[in-house]
C-alpha cells in the first residue's frame, strides 16, 4: 500500500485515503494544517476536488454489497478492533489533536477515549438490530417491516472535536451496514487520517471507510451533490447546514444536521451556589468555549446574582491559560478569523452597554505573542436582544443577565433561535417537571454540566439542526425500512 504522507519542506503532506488506499488528489493544491498555539505549519493536506469525491464515494459503493451481506456481529468486531487500535495509539493521537485544534492535552486523551467509546457503544448494538413481524389483513399472510442498510454515507465533521466526531458518525453508520466517506474539516483533518491508518491495521475490507480532505465549498459541496450517497450527516454551522439543506434537494437526500447552539444557563433562588458555579465554569471554558452544547448566556436570580456573580467571575479568573500540551485550562482560540470574530463579539457588546467583569481581549504577555489567545471573560448584561445574547460566541465567553423570578428566566431561555442545550439549576421539583414542558430545546442539563451519554440521545431544533446523534434513535437514522408482504398460501 502506498505511504499514507511524504515530507515535503520539513512538514508531513498527507494523501486521501480511498478503497483502502492512500492516493494522490487529482487536484494538486494543499491546504496547511495550522497550530493554533504557535501558529507553526505542523502538515498539509490535498485541497481535494469533485473528481476525489467521486473516486471516494465509488469506492464506497462498490464495498457496500459485501459489507451490509456480513452479520451485524462480524461488522461490530471490526469496530471493536479499532476502538482497541485507538486506544493503544491515545497518547499519539491525543497530541496530533492538540497540536491541530489547540484543546488541552488532558481534554485530548478524554476525546480519543470518547472516539473509542462511539465506536465501541455502535459495535454493542449489532445484536440490537431488530425488525417487526405484524399480522396482514389478508388470510396466511405476514408483513415483515426490516430495517437495512442506506447504501453509502457521507460524514462532514467540524474541528471542534475531529477524532470525536468521525468516530461518532462512522459506527452508526458501519454497524446499520452503511459504508462512508469522511470529510474532516480542512483546518483539523490530521486525526482523521491518521484513524483512517488504523483501519487498515484492523483489516477493514477496502472501500468501507474514505477519508479525503479539502474545503467544504469544494470538496465537500461536491460530496453533498453527488448521485451515489443517500445520506448526509454533518456537523457544523448553520450556515453551513442550510447550504447543504439546500444542495441535497434535488436528490431528496436524507440529513441530518447538528448545528450551532445558544444555550441558556438559568439559576433559580434555590439553587446550589458553588454546583452552579463549578458546573457554569466547565460548560463554558472547556475547550476553550469552542462547544456547541456550551453554556452560552446566563440568566441568575436578583436574590443570588451578586454572590454568583462574584465567586464565578472568581472561578474564571483562577483558570489556567496556556500551552495547551501541558496542564492548563484553557488553550488557544482555533484561528485568527476564530480570535477576531470573537474579540468583535466583545467589542460590540461592550459598544451597546455590556460591562466587563473579568477578561475583554485577547491575552498579552510574551508566551501569547504566537497563537490565538482570548482571555476569559465575563460581560454583565441588561439586554437580551443584545448580539451577545442571542448570536453564537463559541469562545471564553459567556454574558451574565439578572432575572427576576424563574418564569423571566425560562421566557428568556426560549428567546432564541437556537434550541440545542440548556441548563437548569433549580431544588424545586415542580420547576424541573415544568421546564422538560416548557423549555424549547432538545438537550437540557439540571443541576449538571453538559458533557452528552453515548446512549442517550443528541439533538437539536430549530436553527440547531435536524435529526441527532446516539443511543438507539441516533442510529435509527443510519437505517431505512423495507417492508415486505409474504403470502404462504
Not at 46 to 73: I, K, S, T
Not at 192 to 217: K, R
Amino acid at each position: 500500500m502506498p505511504a499514507m504522507k511524504e515530507l515535503v519542506k520539513g512538514v508531513d503532506r498527507y494523501k486521501h485515503f480511498i478503497g483502502g488506499q492512500w492516493v494522490e488528489s487529482t487536484v494538486k493544491e494543499w491546504i496547511d494544517v495550522e497550530n493554533p498555539a504557535t501558529e507553526a505549519v505542523i502538515a498539509s493536506v490535498p485541497n481535494g476536488g469533485a473528481d476525489d469525491a467521486d473516486r471516494a464515494l465509488v469506492a464506497a459503493r462498490a464495498a457496500q454489497p459485501a459489507w451490509e451481506a456480513l452479520p451485524p456481529a462480524t461488522r461490530g468486531q471490526y469496530l471493536r478492533d479499532l476502538a482497541r487500535l485507538i486506544l493503544e495509539n491515545r497518547e499519539r493521537l491525543a497530541r496530533i489533536v492538540v497540536a491541530e485544534q489547540g484543546k488541552p492535552i488532558q481534554e485530548a486523551r478524554g476525546e480519543i477515549e470518547g472516539a473509542a467509546l462511539y465506536l465501541t457503544y455502535a459495535a454493542e448494538e449489532a445484536r440490537r438490530i431488530t425488525g417487526d413481524i405484524i399480522p396482514s389483513d389478508m388470510p396466511d399472510e405476514q408483513i415483515w417491516i426490516q430495517r437495512v442498510a442506506h447504501g453509502v454515507v457521507v460524514g462532514l465533521t467540524a474541528w471542534n472535536y475531529p477524532a470525536a466526531l468521525m468516530c461518532r458518525k462512522m459506527g452508526p453508520a458501519l454497524i446499520a451496514g452503511n459504508t462512508i466517506v469522511i470529510k474532516s474539516h480542512e483546518g483539523t483533518p490530521l486525526s482523521a487520517l491518521e484513524i483512517a491508518q488504523l483501519t487498515v491495521q484492523a483489516d477493514f475490507p477496502p472501500g468501507v471507510v474514505n477519508v479525503v480532505s479539502g474545503t467544504g465549498e469544494n470538496l465537500g459541496a461536491a460530496l453533498v451533490r453527488h448521485p451515489i450517497p443517500r445520506l448526509i450527516t454533518l456537523t457544523g454551522s448553520v450556515r453551513a447546514g442550510k447550504e447543504i439543506f439546500r444542495s441535497a434537494a434535488d436528490d431528496l437526500k436524507l440529513l441530518r444536521l447538528e448545528l450551532g447552539g445558544k444555550a441558556p444557563f438559568v439559576v433559580a433562588e434555590d439553587a446550589d451556589i458553588g454546583a452552579a458555579v463549578r458546573a457554569a465554569v466547565l460548560s463554558r471554558f472547556e475547550n476553550c468555549g469552542q462547544i456547541c452544547i456550551c453554556n452560552e448566556r446566563m440568566y441568575v436570580h436578583r436574590r443570588i446574582a451578586g454572590e454568583f456573580t462574584e465567586r464565578f467571575v472568581a472561578a474564571v479568573e483562577a483558570l489556567k491559560v496556556g500551552d495547551p500540551t501541558l496542564l492548563v485550562d484553557v488553550g488557544p482560540k482555533f484561528s485568527r478569523p476564530e480570535l477576531e470574530k470573537v474579540e468583535r463579539m466583545v467589542e460590540r457588546a461592550t459598544s451597546s452597554g455590556a460591562e466587563v467583569l473579568t477578561g475583554g481581549g485577547r491575552m498579552a504577555g510574551e508566551a501569547f505573542s504566537k497563537g490565538h489567545w482570548f482571555q476569559p471573560t465575563v460581560l454583565s448584561v441588561e439586554d437580551n436582544q443584545m448580539a451577545i445574547m442571542q448570536d453564537e460566541v463559541f469562545g471564553p465567553v459567556v454574558p451574565i443577565m439578572k432575572v427576576d423570578d424563574f418564569d423571566e428566566g425560562l421566557r428568556l431561555a426560549n428567546e432564541s433561535r437556537y434550541g440545542l442545550s440548556a441548563y437548569v439549576f433549580t431544588k424545586d421539583m415542580r420547576r424541573m417537571m415544568r421546564l422538560v414542558r416548557e423549555l424549547k430545546f432538545g438537550e437540557i442539563y439540571v443541576n449538571r454540566p453538559g458533557g452528552d451519554a453515548v446512549h442517550a440521545h443528541h439533538a437539536g431544533i430549530r436553527d440547531s439542526g435536524i435529526g441527532g446523534e446516539d443511543g438507539k434513535y441516533g442510529l435509527d437514522a443510519y437505517f431505512q425500512k423495507k417492508t415486505i408482504y409474504v403470502n404462504y398460501a
